[in-house]
């Protein structure tokens, strides 16, 4: 009997395509199924529609942000407790990022520019262990 192994599905809410493009070549590549979408509203819909088992999230994007995103996704059901994994090109201020991680639960953040690739990569499949 083939026995299948059950893929993790990550979700990345990115609006620059090539850094969206980025990780989802090396995710796919570490064998996750990937959902991918330029903005906030986007990924709710694709969130709430898949279940992923972790959430990449961009937070300044445009039509819906991070935070409208995981204020919205955060009323759902399920929403209220999938891992979220902010990523962004900026240093949040002290007040939202305390705001996102006991508030709504994202309990891991990273500045995109601190970090390579691959630190990224890893994080998840410590995340997703």
């Known amino acids: 009997m083939n026995k299948q192994v059950k ?36 990924g709710l819909e694709i969130a709430l529609k ?4 972790l ?3 961009d937070i300044l994007m445009p039509k819906m942000d991070g935070v409208g995103f995981i204020n919205k996704l955060r009323l759902d059901k399920w929403g209220k407790s999938v891992p979220v ?5 900026k240093e949040a201020e002290r ?5 996102l991680k006991k508030d709504r639960g994202c309990l891991y953040y990273m500045i995109k520019s601190d970090w390579k690739l691959s ?4 994080r998840i499949d410590r995340i997703l262990k």
Do not use: C, W
């Open 55 to 57: 959430i990449l999230l």
């Open 85 to 89: 994994m902010v990523l962004t090109n």
């Open 95 to 99: 007040k939202m990022l305390k705001f």
């Open 7 to 42: 893929k993790n599905k990550i979700l990345i809410v990115e609006d620059e395509a090539s850094e969206r493009r980025a990780l989802s070549e090396k995710l796919t590549r570490k064998n996750y199924k990937i959902f991918e979408a330029e903005n906030g509203l986007v």
């Open 119 to 122: 630190d990224i990569v890893k």
């Open 50 to 53: 898949q279940h992923p088992d």
